[in-house]
């Protein structure tokens, strides 16, 4: 149980920056912060390195920081996914399998997701913008391509606030946000896995042009 709860709290930790790409973590100074031992946290450090969070450096971790290349691949992947998610929850809703309760909630979702990313409060924006896309991924009730999305998203999440911070960014994510939601309520599996993907292959793109070079070998570098 220890050992699940530092697991879920270093997780969270490096999903809202508390922990950037970069750092550099010790078993030590985190069995400190989390008022616990050190055994839990070795054990959390195991788990989130087979997440790909966290690479081994020295006598600690580091949060891995996805180079460029790595990045392009992930959203790529990602896109794929989205685009299939997007498709299967249209064909459900053209089929009448999704309740009207199902797409009033996810307008709600990108509201609130709009609302938090343009009053500047980002934590809370990439929590939404998360659940916003979790929540098409299962209305498309294809449980490997969420599980596949869940890990996926837990790599690319460090670099989502800055794809959300460039100027036009803001209103631009919301209208592709609409533009997908659109095609879900029309029921119409090709525009919404459209949508999906162009969202995504964006994104990574905002991505790569706001993001700082890859660092190199280095170990004193950080992104």
Do not use: C, K
Request: charged fraction near 30%; avoid cysteine.
């Amino acid at each position: 149980m220890r050992t699940e709860t530092a697991h879920a709290r270093l997780r969270e930790l490096i999903l809202d920056g508390g922990y950037p790409p970069g750092a550099r973590l010790t078993e030590l100074e985190v069995a400190a912060a989390l008022e616990m031992s050190r055994t839990p946290v070795r054990e959390a450090f195991r788990a989130l390195a087979a997440d790909g969070l966290v690479e081994a450096a020295g006598r600690g971790v580091r949060v891995v920081a996805l180079d460029a290349e790595a990045l392009g691949h992930g959203y790529r992947v990602r896109a794929a996914l989205e685009g299939l998610a997007a498709e299967l929850a249209a064909e459900r809703q053209r089929a009448g399998r999704l309740a009207p309760a199902d797409l009033d909630d996810l307008d709600a979702l990108a509201d609130r997701t709009h609302r938090a990313t343009a009053e500047g409060r980002l934590t809370e924006a990439v929590r939404l913008n998360r659940r916003f896309h979790r929540r098409i991924a299962e209305l498309a009730a294809n449980p490997i391509a969420l599980h596949t999305l869940d890990r996926l998203w837990d790599r690319l999440q460090v670099s989502t606030r800055t794809s959300l911070t460039p100027p036009g960014r803001t209103g631009l994510v919301d209208d592709q946000h609409r533009e997908l939601l659109a095609a879900i309520r029309a029921g119409d599996p090709a525009g919404a896995h459209a949508a999906a993907r162009r969202h995504v292959l964006d994104t990574g793109t905002a991505h790569r042009a706001t993001a700082a070079p890859t660092a190199a070998a280095d170990d004193d570098d950080t992104e």
